[in-house]
């Protein structure tokens, strides 16, 4: 398994993640979405990530932390989502974020007997896995990736999920997105 390709935009290599290099009130420099996708920004993060044509975004922001959904079902309508990336930005103390995003994804990885996988890239270290799991609602797959900045003492905590089912074709899509991340160093 391999992690999500990594980018600088001041490069120009078509990697995935991006390093944003943007003035606080300009708008977010990303290359040209793929087709069928947009980019949505965030501008509190000085990020973009892709959405689907048809898909739906929502922001939640709760002391400590900011929560993104980029979903194929619109959470305001259904209170819950079956097919989507969610994201949770955290602020650390000083020098916790790398190991606070190894020890979340590697005792997810450990729990279900899977595979976890890491990768540094400019001052971000990222950390990944994927696995099943299921409950009584049913069986679903989740790509989790963590990325931490220890720069700036954030971790994103990111997850792509579907239910087991339609997982082949939900990660052509969701695929896609976690590869390109846009991203700003400086957060």
């Not at 069928?36 to 922001?61: C, I, M």
């Not at 194929?72 to 606070?100: C, P, Y």
Request: charged content about 20%; some cysteine; aromatic content about 12%.
């Amino acid at each position: 398994m391999t992690s999500a390709r990594l980018c600088s935009a001041k490069l120009g290599i078509p990697l995935g993640i991006l390093f944003l290099f943007c003035l606080p009130a300009a708008p977010i420099n990303v290359p040209a979405a793929p087709p069928g996708f947009t980019w949505q920004e965030v501008p509190d993060l000085k990020a973009a990530f892709l959405k689907p044509s048809g898909w739906f975004y929502r922001e939640e922001t709760q002391p400590g932390t900011l929560a993104v959904f980029i979903t194929k079902e619109d959470i305001s309508k259904v209170g819950e989502f079956q097919t989507g990336m969610s994201l949770n930005v955290f602020q650390l103390r000083k020098d916790r974020a790398v190991d606070r995003g190894q020890d979340l994804v590697g005792n997810i990885a450990k729990a279900k007997h899977a595979e976890m996988w890491t990768q540094k890239f400019g001052p971000f270290v990222e950390f990944g896995c994927q696995v099943t799991d299921a409950d009584a609602a049913g069986t679903i797959v989740m790509h989790v990736l963590t990325v931490a900045n220890p720069k700036t003492n954030t971790l994103y905590y990111f997850t792509f999920e579907s239910p087991e089912s339609s997982w082949e074709d939900a990660w052509k899509t969701g695929k896609q997105i976690m590869d390109m991340l846009a991203l700003d160093d400086e957060v």
